[in-house]
């Protein structure tokens, strides 16, 4: 499988160079030659599988240059850290089916794709014996997944940039309690839409980006969506056994696309989705497009999901070139008139297009408590506050005719305010963040200023 970027001008890659460059070095993010469609005999033949193999399966169609056995460890040892046995499980509660994502090492869905795009760099780079600089931007939880899934690992320094007072606390000591040699946390005064405006920046320097060989964490790596693609096929196979049924929906937490996304490449796969109904917080770019047409981007507000505090979605472009029906000239115009202008040119025929796939709505702070609320009085069981959002745009728009399914992203323990502002009460404190309070931890605040970024990373890089 070669992979391309959607701005047209870098082809022919495969896979493993894909992982390494991240970002497209014309500044465009690479997706699969094709999408490989898949039968339903065949879905019905992923739906016997265990997680790993599942993973192991739907990486190999994807990663064709990682020799079987290769994958076949990595997946293995990727999964070895998750606390459940099924990985990702499924509960129900309450007439809708919760995907718990939360069993990794830091209790968010980045480590379903984190913990093994760790193992792969290393497995990549020792190939070649060969280094690299790891640059991300974090709203609070890619950061600590990509910081445990590099953690101490030979030939790797790993720069995370997050929005200073802008994270919880504890995803913040996630991050910062982490004090390994490789590790450096940088805090800086602005928003994650800053952050991620850097990391691109200085990604599209490719002298830069070469002479340090810099490497991406956040889903502009292809790896990071192709391992989230999993979990849809295991929760459709799950729901299906409990209810013999024919296609389902599913209810994702939005920020920046990524996830999401992954939904909409199983769809393109072949797995049954009827709607991906996609729920934004107060900043609804996305709901806003979705909705009425209008990609108009606005100030990044601070809410109760800080995590989802965004308002320019990159992977918002992998799915705008396939709206465009892959035309890369007409994606490279648009994006370059929303980096001029902060708006995309409405186009009422494409949006119709995009309702056939998807439907959203935007939930507010107080909605969200209220669904905290509701469904903890309702079944006892603690939604986080992401989750919530998710929960809340399922109730507002499930058609009824299908099961939906709710990616629950986060474990309610990293954001303990905002349920003991909903139910009064904290969330039971899994066992990993038990004293981490009390742990040593290491952060420096800095301007969001690409040049004095730059200069960090090239003080203290491999
Ligand atoms: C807990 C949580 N929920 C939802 C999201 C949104 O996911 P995405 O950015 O892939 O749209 C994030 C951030 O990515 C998150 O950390
Ligand atoms: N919500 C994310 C933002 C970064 O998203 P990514 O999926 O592109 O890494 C976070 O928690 O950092």
New binding site residues.
């Given amino acids: 499988m070669d992979y391309q970027s959607t701005r047209g001008k870098v082809g022919g890659i495969p896979f493993s160079k894909a992982v390494l460059m991240g970002l497209a070095d014309d500044g465009g993010l690479l997706l699969p030659a094709e999408i490989p469609r898949l039968t339903p005999g065949d879905i019905d033949a992923l739906g016997k599988l265990d997680y790993r193999e599942l993973a192991f399966q739907i990486i190999s169609l994807y990663a064709t240059d990682i020799p079987a056995a290769d994958l076949r460890e990595l997946v293995d040892r990727s999964y070895a850290a998750f606390t459940h046995p099924d990985i990702t499980p499924v509960v129900h509660k309450d007439g809708v089916f919760i995907l718990e994502l939360f069993h990794g090492p830091t209790l968010?869905?980045?480590d379903v794709a984190l913990q093994f795009l760790g193992n792969l760099f290393e497995y990549l780079l020792a190939a070649d014996n060969a280094r690299m600089n790891i640059l991300g931007a974090t709203?609070?939880?890619?950061g600590s997944a990509a910081i445990y899934g590099v953690r101490g690992k030979k030939n790797i320094n790993i720069f995370i940039l997050h929005p200073h007072g802008r994270v919880s606390p504890i995803q913040k000591l996630q991050m910062t309690t982490v004090t390994d040699d490789n590790v450096f946390n940088l805090a800086i005064r602005g928003t994650f839409d800053d952050g991620q405006a850097i990391v691109k920046e200085i990604f599209g320097d490719v002298d830069f980006k070469q002479r340090y060989s810099l490497g991406a964490i956040n889903?502009i790596n292809w790896a990071r969506v192709l391992a989230q693609i999993v979990y849809y096929f295991h929760a459709w196979n799950r729901v299906r056994e409990q209810t013999g049924c024919n296609s389902i929906d599913f209810a994702v937490?939005?920020?920046?696309?990524?996830?999401?996304f992954a939904g909409y490449v199983a769809k393109r796969m072949g797995l049954p989705v009827g709607k991906l109904l996609l729920a934004t917080n107060e900043n609804n770019i996305l709901t806003r497009f979705i909705n009425e047409g209008d990609y108009s981007v606005g100030e990044v507000r601070p809410t109760l999901s800080p995590?989802?505090d965004i308002q320019k979605a990159s992977n918002f472009e992998r799915y705008l070139y396939y709206l465009l029906d892959g035309d890369s000239a007409k994606l490279a115009a648009w994006m370059q008139t929303f980096n001029e202008t902060g708006r995309l040119p409405r186009d009422e025929a494409l949006a119709e297009k995009v309702r056939r796939d998807f439907a959203s709505a935007s939930i507010g702070n107080d909605r969200t408590l209220e669904t905290i609320r509701d469904f903890h009085a309702g079944t006892g069981y603690i939604l986080d506050p992401?989750t919530a959002t998710g929960v809340a745009t399922a109730r507002v728009l499930a058609e009824g005719s299908r099961p939906v399914v709710c990616l629950a992203?986060?474990h309610p323990a990293k954001f303990g305010d905002a349920v003991q502002q909903a139910i009064g009460q904290l969330p039971p404190m899994p066992q990993s963040l038990a004293g981490i309070e009390e742990r040593e931890s290491r952060c420096k605040i800095v301007d969001a200023d690409t040049q004095k970024i730059r200069a960090f990373i090239e003080a203290h890089a491999l």
Wanted: charged residues 15%; proline residues 5%.
């Fill in positions: 968010a869905f980045k709203s609070g939880d890619t889903s937490p939005t920020g920046n696309f990524g996830d999401i995590s989802m992401h992203t986060a």
